[in-house]
């Protein structure tokens, strides 16, 4: 096969396909490409219309590819694959040579990633600690053993050496079942479940057709992964006669971490988290009923209500329990006074 690459002006390509070509156009172009770029950004490029043939978009990742067509793509500078270190604040709650604890702050990415290659808590570490954050869990996760949503609060524990790295992972793969690891949570959910106590034991996976978002699956199905969730019902916010209620603050505690999990239990069971629009939208407009003062504030929360308030794990030294709790931050502050107003 002879070379498609035809350089066209700045990072503009022009790839054109011979007899052998078969198979999607975003299969066939990450091929073309090479290494540089994963299909799912070639994918994602073809979606934001940088593909085009004969001049008109190809927004279509799953198209046929034929022989004689010529594509042009717009590809992107290559980003450094390695992570660097960033001047951003930290709120440390604790550190020594094996660990560093923080309170994460809502808006803060947890490691590089698809549009979000700079800003995240990663660059923040790699400033912070300098060489002792080694490339352990990764070039891109270097200490990183568990994770938090962009917009969920909270503790979480980072390692900063192999030996950390390794007793810390097996901890969390554990989720406290023979380990002392202990994860709790709060969240503020629409109404009051039936039950002010209970466990949600629902298996999830990948949602059809979307990469990011999780769903309840069946157990029989082949990418159905255990997830149980305790909760208990805090407090509840306009109460009615009938048990019901406007809204409910809830404290979770996991007994598997997979991503998105609260979130997901919690509007399976029927009461989604308060501002998320990924699980909760068709909830947004209870808001409406409310008083013109409540409902600025809920309107006003844009993140999803959750808040990683507790975390206790074994020191990966010492073998001391290391218990560390932190307060609800102040924009759940005022969603929960609001609520009670």
Known sequence: MSDPFKQAAGNRKVLTADETAEGRLDAWLTAQVGEEFSRSRIKALIKDGQVSLRGEPVTDPQRKVRNGDSFEITLPEPEDPTPQGEDIPLAILHEDEDLIVISKPSGLVVHPGSGNWTGTLVNALIHHCGDTLSGIGGVRRPGIVHRLDKDTTGVMVVAKNDIAHRHLSLQFADHGRTMPLERAYQAVVWGRPRSLTGTVDAPLGRATGDRTRRAVKRPDSHDADEAITHYEVIERFQENPDATALASLVECHLETGRTHQIRVHMAHIGHPLLG?????????????????????????????ALHAFMLQFEHPRTGEIMHFEVPLPDDMVELVEALRG
């Not at 909830?283 to 600025?296: C, D, G, I, Q, S």
């Open 276 to 304: 998320d629009t990924v699980y909760g939208a068709g909830f947004k407009t209870k808001a409406n009923r409310l008083p013109e003062e409540v409902r600025k504030v809920v309107n006003g929360f844009n993140r999803q």
